[in-house]
């Protein structure tokens, strides 16, 4: 990959032509051992039904119909620095530290974080590139903002590859999870889509959507567990388990609430 920033991308959007004769979304459902080019790691696709994708590439076999899972554990551990950089640099020169050989722009799409000793103050960066570097030698990391306070020796930073770069579906952990593949995937080292948000399928477990338990949470082998079954509650009469939002201001019994709305 070039170095970049990730992008956005709104499918059947006023003003994009679109061919209404062949099916526009065929390229969601295949997977590929190379890179397409018109696609980074990370890049948003949303569709007019609110379906929204990210292009990953899996470290193992993703099912389809279950969620896959964030493998990433961090590229650079709490590593000081050794080469200053001022207030204004969009690059920073990661310290000789243990990691994995990375090829030029490899960890694009992933995020730095920066502390500064002195005043626990720290600086969150996306990645919009690196050099490419053999295992455990310092290299060049490119910032998607320049720096606001300057990196000195009391500096210390923590490096995170593109989290959509490294996932999998596995049946024995409890990893974190990206969302639903939108097709089967074989094999590690293969470039696919996986949906974040909006209308979809994934495998219940035998409660969900029973008795008011509509919210669900992800089971270890990507299926969806009740809300009730996960925090082993039950769900008063005439309430759901349904996530609505938080309150932004105000009280039911004052003025309000001012009411901030995810479906």
């Known amino acids: 990959m070039a170095k970049g920033k990730a992008s ?29 080019p018109k696609w980074a790691i990370g890049d948003q696709l949303v569709l ?73 103050n720290v600086q969150f960066r996306g990645i919009i590139g690196n050099a490419a570097s053999a295992a455990d030698v310092a290299f060049t990391l490119y910032l998607d903002g320049t720096l606001t306070e300057a990196v000195t020796t009391s500096s210390a930073i923590e490096i995170y590859e593109n989290p959509y770069s490294a996932l999998q579906t596995a049946k024995t952990t409890t990893l974190p999870k990206a969302g639903v593949p939108a097709a089967k995937v074989s094999a590690a ?8 948000n909006g209308p979809a399928w994934a495998a219940p477990q035998t409660k969900v959507g029973e008795n008011g338990g509509l919210g669900c949470f992800w089971k270890h082998d990507g299926s969806l567990e009740s809300a009730d079954t996960a925090l082993a509650v039950t769900t008063a009469t005439y309430d759901t388990s349904q ?4 309150t932004l201001a105000g009280t039911a019994a004052g003025n309000g609430p001012l009411f901030m709305l995810q479906g």
């Open 8 to 36: 956005v991308n709104y499918l059947g959007r006023a003003g994009l032509v679109s061919m209404r004769d062949i099916p526009d979304y065929d390229f969601l459902y295949k997977t590929s051992l190379t890179i397409d």
């Open 48 to 120: 007019p039904d609110g379906r929204e994708y990210r292009y990953a590439k899996s470290a193992a076999a993703c099912i389809s119909g279950q969620g896959c899972e964030f493998t990433d554990t961090g590229f650079v551990a709490y590593t000081a620095f050794t080469t200053a950089a001022a207030v204004d640099a969009r690059e920073v020169s990661v310290p000789a530290a243990t990691h994995d050989a990375v090829t030029e722009d490899e960890l694009r799409g992933g995020y730095a974080v920066i502390y500064d000793g002195s005043t626990n």
């Open 189 to 196: 080292s293969t470039f696919f889509w996986v949906q974040k």
């Open 243 to 246: 996530y609505a939002g938080h």
